[in-house]
């Protein structure tokens, strides 16, 4: 490593790889903060967690919202805050840092510099990453994208000589492992990413099992690494909620008692279906009198709580909140706030068995026949039918449109929203410059023209991937799609083949699951919820080609001393070869 490193050629391009980083971070900083210091459910709450973290207090007093939300980005938040860094540019540096280990990687499909240079710009450069209305909130879409990168890196490796070093398989192992456990500590739905885990981690199994009866063992050895920091990051976690809040979870959403309660109500069928209105209000009048937990609530649901929530999900509804129907993505926030009203909010333990007691009771009713009702289910998702088809078909072919044409992304930071004291807390946590509000004063004007100049200069950056991406897309489909028929017609499973129809997979499951939330609780097709998922559709632009020219080539030649380190005994028989030859020549 030490002599790649001391290689004049090699120091260039690390060297123009930190320009670049250099200049994305020059860029960057001319977009502002898009601060809503209202959002007590999502960017002040990551904030507010942060902020108790910093205190020594983990996620402080309990109350309906301090489960609600994975721990990974208000840790992040804290952390960065304690190393002094703004936090916008420690999130691109968290980036680049990915996308860069991630080129590393690739590097035994990725053979010459040149391809290595390009593959690294165009992830770096990635829009989505300054893309405005999304990544410019205190949001945790900044750094997923980030912990999924890492978390490919570290399986690639893995998918090296399988003598390699013990200490690097060791490394990779753990980089995969401690970076999925992140990334799952941060949403609830990182479901998405797992088929692409499933995948590549079959075919590592599959390889290990060819490796022969002595290196076996330690080939699934490694395998296990990841799950095992996977188990230990979030057992550690649930570990001290369960201390402080007498719940054993990383997050609510993830309780059976909680899911089991949201899937007994709107396993009820409605008498009047309300599109994207999961528990209507004639539902929830009919099964007061059925469930004693569930009238407990009646006053807030029905009441200011209810109209509040109403509301702000009329948009979607479109209806007017004295209607009292809330959205289905407002619902279950509606819900949790009238537990906690209710009193049933005192620590996390207690708000679960309330939700255990209300979910057997509304089960109860409906397996008794007393109201009418589908088969049991436990999750968020609302009941699908026959009529949602044509509206989930004309979802799904545009949420593959924004995804595939990167449309709708804007970069002109939008002007932050609350009143000044609700924005305090967002200038002091991430140490950067907030958007002003609408009405509020603006920025020196030196100030403005360079922030335009910056903001231009990322708008026609978006704009050239926006040309680009369509035709290199589908021009690395069918690539795919050619080299992948060669390979299975030839019983040959490349490493890239699992990789290639892993990222596949996995970008599939989050657009259809952002399908699904479209149409039946609220829009969740933008490049935003998508975010994630951007660099893997970036890397598979290099990698579908890249697959079919890796199993054409014969593999690089390995230097003497390269030879020598993976195969210890022919370096030895080397040697000795030496010294019989300087003996006969002695002779």
Known sequence: ??????????????????????????????????????????????????????????????????????????????????????????????????????????????RTRWLQGAFFVVLLFNPVTFEAVHHL????????????????????????????????????ASLAGISFAAFWL??????????????????????????????????????????????????TVSWLNYRHYGVFTTCEYRVGSFQDAYGALVRVRPEHPIPFVPVARETRKRLYPLSPAFAELQPYLEGQL????????????????????????????????????????????????????????????CDRGRIAADGRRSGFLPPLSRLDLPLATKTALASGRIFCTLADISVVPPPSVGPPATLELFQALTRGRLSPVADGPRLPRPQRRLDHVRVAILAGIAEVYRWLIVPTGAAALGAFLFFSTQQIWRWKFSALLALNFGFLAAIGSLLLIGTLVTVTSFPANHPGNFSAAYPLWFAFLFTAWAQGFASSQPPPALTENEAQNLHPERGEQHDRREREGDGERDK
Not at 1 to 22: C, D, H, T
């Open 1 to 110: 490593m030490s002599a790649r490193l001391s290689s004049p050629g090699l120091r260039w391009w690390l060297a123009g790889g930190i320009a670049l980083v250099v200049l994305k971070l020059w860029l960057v900083a001319g977009q502002t903060i898009f601060a809503i210091g209202t959002a007590v459910h999502d960017d002040r709450l990551f904030l507010n967690l942060a902020d108790q973290l910093l205190r020594g207090e983990w996620l402080g007093p309990y109350d309906n919202l301090t489960l609600a939300k994975g721990p990974t980005y208000p840790l992040w938040v804290a952390g960065v805050f304690l190393s002094g860094l703004p936090l916008f540019p420690a999130q691109h540096l968290l980036y680049a840092t990915a996308v860069a280990t991630l080129t590393w990687s690739l590097q035994p499909w990725l």
């Open 137 to 172: 909130r205190v949001f945790r879409q900044n750094i997923l994208h980030s912990l999924v990168l890492l978390t490919v890196a570290g399986l690639l490796k893995l998918a090296g000589p399988p003598d390699a070093g013990s200490r690097e398989k060791f490394g990779c």
């Open 186 to 235: 941060t949403r609830e739905e990182g479901v998405w990413l797992l088929p692409l885990l499933g995948v590549f981690g079959a075919w590592l199994a599959l390889q290990a099992w060819r490796t022969g009866p002595l290196q076996r063992g330690p080939s699934f050895v490694w395998l296990l690494v990841p799950a095992l920091w996977w188990g230990l990051l979030t057992g």
């Open 306 to 365: 209810g109209e509040n929530w109403a509301r702000l999900s009329a948009p979607v509804t479109g209806l007017e909140a004295e209607t009292h129907e809330i959205g289905g993505g407002w619902f279950m926030w509606a819900l949790r706030d009238a537990v906690a009203l209710a009193g049933h909010a005192k620590s996390g333990g207690d708000a679960m068995r309330f939700y255990g007691r209300l979910a057997e009771e509304v089960n109860e009713a």
